[in-house]
């Protein structure tokens, strides 16, 4: 997904997309898509929108490019792309163009993990005690998914789980885009959300698996002049 304009990074200023400011002198999504490059360039489908023409002409037509013209959350912009699943009978990978500190092999083993147990839906999970504006997963007695609660919505009690959801997830292409339409967007910002996803299909009788990872500074995403700053010393120390 690389559709934001990135409000709070200034991005009308510098006129530039969200995903198109630099760490390290590289554009995020550029960092993000060599991430994925174990899937090739013609399976890759990124959601595009503010300044698209930028993106596009940076990275070239070996990719597939979907526009979402209006920025109605992650959940639209993963809606957005039924048309081209139709038919479609494979696992889909949804990361973010702007979370350039996933480990390459952090995302194979995502991967690899669902099709090993066939899931329908399997979300990757990290702890990161300096993200408290992340959703926390909640479990079950089993140690099973139970759900996901925005940060927002939490009680005091449930902010106390350390458990944060990273928003990136593999899902089977058909359930997918069979659950998407059930999105709401009863929300402040009157937005779907992708993270909404997990929940309904659980309810739906739809199986749903958790891969925690162990460094928690992979779940990282850019939304302001100083995350950026954060990412990109991470980025030279590694």
């Given at each position: 997904m690389a559709a934001g304009k990135g409000t709070r990074l200034h991005s009308a200023e510098h006129n530039i997309p969200k995903v198109?400011?630099?760490?390290?002198?590289?554009?995020?999504?550029?960092?993000?898509?060599?991430?994925?490059?174990?899937?090739?360039?013609?399976?890759?489908?990124?959601?595009?929108?503010?300044?698209?023409e930028d993106i596009i002409s940076y990275f070239g037509n070996e990719y597939n490019y979907i526009e979402q013209k209006e920025q109605k959350g992650t959940g639209h912009a993963v809606a957005v792309t039924a048309d081209h699943?139709?038919?479609?009978?494979?696992?889909?990978?949804?990361?973010y163009g702007?979370?350039?500190?996933y480990r390459k092999e952090s995302l194979k083993k995502l991967c690899e993990t669902h099709e090993k147990t066939g899931a329908d839906c399997t979300v990757m999970t990290a702890v990161n005690p300096g993200?408290?504006?992340?959703?926390?997963?909640?479990?079950?007695?089993?140690?099973?998914?139970?759900?996901?609660?925005?940060?927002?919505?939490?009680?005091?009690?449930?902010?106390?789980?350390?458990?944060?959801?990273?928003?990136?997830?593999?899902?089977?292409s058909e359930t997918l885009f069979k659950v998407l339409p059930l999105l709401k967007n009863n929300n402040k910002q009157s937005e779907y959300y992708l993270t909404d996803v997990?929940?309904?299909?659980?309810?739906?009788?739809?199986?749903?698996?958790?891969?925690?990872?162990?460094?928690?500074?992979?779940?990282?995403?850019?939304?302001t002049p100083e995350e950026l700053l954060t990412v990109e010393e991470i980025l030279n120390k590694r």
């Open positions: 198109m400011h630099t760490a390290c002198g590289r554009p995020l999504l550029e960092i993000a898509l060599e991430l994925v490059d174990f899937i090739d360039k013609k399976d890759t489908y990124i959601v595009v929108g503010y300044k698209k699943f139709k038919g479609y009978k494979g696992n889909v990978l949804v990361t702007d979370m350039p500190l993200l408290p504006s992340y959703g926390r997963i909640t479990r079950d007695k089993s140690g099973a998914f139970a759900g996901i609660i925005e940060a927002k919505d939490c009680t005091p009690e449930q902010l106390k789980i350390t458990e944060l959801n990273s928003g990136v997830a593999v899902f089977k997990p929940a309904i299909m659980m309810a739906n009788g739809y199986k749903v698996d958790l891969l925690p990872i162990d460094d928690g500074d992979e779940i990282r995403g850019v939304n």
